[in-house]
C-alpha cells in the first residue's frame, strides 16, 4: 500500500462465518485523516462550484457521507446502483445498471464516488454513460485502487490508498452482503472450507 504512513493492527480476527478471518488493512482513523486531505484536494481544483457527488451503490455509502461532510461549500448528491460482482470474489466482468441517476447532470461538475477500482470495467462503463449526460467537469474519487488488478484503461482523479491484490471489506465493502458495518478496511480470508460453502 502506498499511501498510508502506517498500516492498520495485522491482528487476524474470526469473520461471521465459520473458516473466515480478517484482518485490519487500513483502520478506520487513518481513512479519515485521508478523507481530510481528499476533500481538501478536490475544494482546491474546484474551489467555488457547487459539487454534484454521486455515490455508486452501496459500496460507496460511509465514504460518501463521510467526505460530503469534509467537503465545505455546496454540495449535492444522488445515487446509481450497478452490479458486476454477483454474490462472490470473482468478477464476471459484466455491469449492469440496476439504479439510475434521480437528478440531471448536464452542466454541473460531478465528482463520481466509488469505493474501489478493481478491473476498472465498472467505472469504464459509468464514465462512458456519464459522459454523454454532458457534465460541466467529471471527475472520479476512489478510496481504494487495486492497481494489478486493471483491465480497462481507466484512472481516478483522486485516489485514498493504493492497496495489494487482496479481497478487502469494511467501512462499505462487503463479501455476500456481509463485513459492510466493520469501520476498518480489512483483508477477509476465506478459509478452505468457507470457500467450499460458497462455491
Ligand atoms: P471493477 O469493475 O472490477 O473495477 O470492480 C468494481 C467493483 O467491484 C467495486 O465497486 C466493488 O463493488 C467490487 N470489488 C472489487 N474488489 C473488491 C474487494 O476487494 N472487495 C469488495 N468488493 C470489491
Redesign the pocket.
Same mark, same amino acid.
Given at each position: 500500500m502506498t499511501k498510508n504512513k502506517r498500516t492498520g493492527s495485522s491482528r487476524v480476527r474470526a469473520g461471521h462465518r465459520e473458516g473466515e478471518t480478517v484482518r485490519t488493512l487500513i483502520s478506520h482513523a487513518q481513512v479519515k485523516r485521508r478523507l481530510k486531505e481528499l476533500a481538501r484536494q478536490i475544494r482546491r481544483d474546484f474551489p467555488k462550484d457547487p459539487l454534484h457527488l454521486i455515490g @455508486?451503490l452501496k459500496?460507496?455509502v460511509f465514504f460518501l457521507a463521510d467526505l460530503a461532510r469534509e467537503l465545505g461549500g455546496e454540495v449535492s448528491f444522488d445515487f446509481l446502483a450497478v452490479s458486476? +460482482?454477483g454474490k462472490g @470474489?470473482d468478477?464476471t466482468?459484466e455491469?449492469k445498471l440496476i439504479k439510475d441517476l434521480d437528478v440531471s447532470i448536464e452542466g454541473k461538475t460531478v465528482i463520481v464516488v $466509488?469505493? @474501489?477500482?478493481?478491473?476498472?470495467?465498472?467505472?469504464?462503463y459509468l464514465l462512458h454513460i456519464f459522459g454523454e449526460k454532458k457534465p460541466k467537469h467529471l471527475r472520479v474519487v476512489v478510496l481504494?485502487d487495486?492497481q494489478e488488478?486493471r483491465?480497462?484503461d481507466v484512472r481516478a482523479d483522486y485516489t485514498g490508498f493504493t492497496i495489494p491484490n $487482496?479481497?478487502?471489506?469494511g467501512y462499505g465493502?462487503? +463479501?455476500d452482503e456481509r463485513y459492510r458495518n466493520l469501520p476498518d478496511v480489512c483483508i477477509?480470508h476465506l478459509g478452505t472450507r468457507a470457500k467450499a460453502k460458497s462455491a
Amino acid at each position: 500500500m502506498t499511501k498510508n504512513k502506517r498500516t492498520g493492527s495485522s491482528r487476524v480476527r474470526a469473520g461471521h462465518r465459520e473458516g473466515e478471518t480478517v484482518r485490519t488493512l487500513i483502520s478506520h482513523a487513518q481513512v479519515k485523516r485521508r478523507l481530510k486531505e481528499l476533500a481538501r484536494q478536490i475544494r482546491r481544483d474546484f474551489p467555488k462550484d457547487p459539487l454534484h457527488l454521486i455515490g @455508486i451503490l452501496k459500496g460507496s455509502v460511509f465514504f460518501l457521507a463521510d467526505l460530503a461532510r469534509e467537503l465545505g461549500g455546496e454540495v449535492s448528491f444522488d445515487f446509481l446502483a450497478v452490479s458486476s +460482482y454477483g454474490k462472490g @470474489i470473482d468478477s464476471t466482468g459484466e455491469v449492469k445498471l440496476i439504479k439510475d441517476l434521480d437528478v440531471s447532470i448536464e452542466g454541473k461538475t460531478v465528482i463520481v464516488v $466509488e469505493d @474501489i477500482l478493481d478491473t476498472g470495467l465498472t467505472l469504464k462503463y459509468l464514465l462512458h454513460i456519464f459522459g454523454e449526460k454532458k457534465p460541466k467537469h467529471l471527475r472520479v474519487v476512489v478510496l481504494l485502487d487495486k492497481q494489478e488488478r486493471r483491465i480497462a484503461d481507466v484512472r481516478a482523479d483522486y485516489t485514498g490508498f493504493t492497496i495489494p491484490n $487482496e479481497f478487502v471489506v469494511g467501512y462499505g465493502l462487503d +463479501y455476500d452482503e456481509r463485513y459492510r458495518n466493520l469501520p476498518d478496511v480489512c483483508i477477509l480470508h476465506l478459509g478452505t472450507r468457507a470457500k467450499a460453502k460458497s462455491a
